[in-house]
Structure formats: structure tokens, C-alpha cells
């Protein structure tokens, strides 16, 4: 075991760390140095999509005014900061949001409807 080090060494050691550190995490995540960009808008909710990753949905207002919805996963590194992940999002703007809030009340139904099926067949099964 070598003693102790200068402080000129152990600088030296904790570069060498850092970029070794910074070349494995531009190896694991691409596009992701520095801090994550800002989570704009209001929150309408999160919710969790799985082990390290959440669906974000945010009320959001563009550069002219009109309102939108944010939908995006985000997915957190190793150090557990949050990213969203490119390509896995969409906005919905102000003249789609009617017709794409009466598309998720009819999923629900129809997904309401399937396990109320699925709820009495089983039923029916274990009698």
C-alpha cells in the first residue's frame, strides 16, 4: 500500500475519475451531459410507467399563446435524475385536445367494459 498522496496526485486521480465517469455516461446515455432540460409547464400529473421511468403530463402555453398538453416519459439515470426520453412524447394543441379527450373516455370504456367481461367470466368459472 502506497501512504498518503499529495494533493496534486489525488486531483490528478480524481480527473482521470471524472472523465472516465463522463466517457461511460456519454457511452450509456447519448445526448445526456450536464443537467436534464427544465420540465416546463404546469403539472397535470405523473404517473408511474414502470421501474426508473414516469409519464408526465403537463398544461403547457407556446410562444403565441395557445395551450397544449405535454405528454412525455421520462426515465432516470444511474444517479437518478430524470431525462425525458427522445421520441416518446407527443403534445396535443389546443384544437386537439375535444376529440383526443373524447378518444381516452372511450379507451377507458372500452377497457372498463373488457375487465367487467373478464370479472364475470371468471366468476362464472369458479362456480
Request: proline share 8%.
Amino acid at each position: 500500500m502506497s501512504g498518503p498522496r499529495s494533493a496534486a496526485e489525488l486531483e490528478a486521480i480524481a480527473a482521470r475519475i471524472r472523465t472516465t465517469a463522463a466517457d461511460a455516461h456519454r457511452a450509456l446515455y447519448p445526448g445526456r451531459l450536464g443537467e436534464p432540460p427544465a420540465d416546463i409547464g404546469v403539472e397535470i400529473a405523473t404517473i408511474p410507467a414502470g421501474p426508473g421511468r414516469e409519464l408526465r403530463l403537463r398544461f403547457i402555453v407556446d410562444d403565441r399563446g395557445r395551450p397544449s398538453i405535454s405528454i412525455r416519459i421520462w426515465e432516470s439515470d444511474p444517479g437518478n435524475v430524470f431525462w425525458p426520453l427522445r421520441g416518446l412524447g407527443l403534445v396535443v394543441r389546443d384544437h386537439e385536445l375535444v376529440p383526443f379527450g373524447h378518444a381516452v373516455a372511450k379507451g377507458l370504456s372500452m377497457v372498463a367494459n373488457q375487465v367487467t367481461a373478464a370479472r364475470n367470466t371468471n366468476e362464472r368459472n369458479s362456480r
